[in-house]
């Protein structure tokens, strides 16, 4: 059964640094593209990043561009968001999500997210 579980998030102050985990299970992590997404109260549901099982080739949301990296480690099937930087605004639930066809298209497979909080 594929699924994936993030981890690391938590509270962290305006400035600060954090990193957010993805483990999948079930599947092969090479033939998917991964993405991070994150949802704040009351608004939508928002890509963030997307690391493409392709060529390597990533892609970045303006919201975060320059703050965030996404990375994957497919031995250990894992996919990383080292967020820098961080602002009040990225607090939100962050999921990571799995499709085979794009990181453009909606993806088919979800964690069940971890929270973000960013304040002083």
């Known amino acids: 059964q594929l699924q994936l579980v993030e981890s690391g998030g938590g509270l962290v102050q305006p400035g600060g640094s954090l990193r957010l985990s993805c483990v999948v299970s079930g599947f092969t992590l090479d033939y998917y593209h991964i993405g991070w997404f994150r949802q704040a109260p009351g608004k939508e549901r928002e890509g963030v990043a997307c690391?493409?099982?392709?060529?390597?080739?990533?892609y970045y949301s303006d919201s975060v561009k320059g703050r965030f990296t996404i990375s994957r480690d497919n031995a250990k099937n894992t996919v990383y968001l080292q967020m820098n930087s961080l602002k009040p605004e990225d607090t939100a639930v962050y999921y990571c999500?799995?499709?085979?066809?794009?990181?453009?298209?909606?993806?088919?497979?979800w964690g069940q997210g971890t929270q973000l909080t960013v304040s002083s």
């Open positions: 999500a799995a499709d085979r066809g794009s990181c453009f298209q909606r993806f088919a497979y």
């Open positions: 690391s493409s099982r392709n060529d390597g080739s990533t």
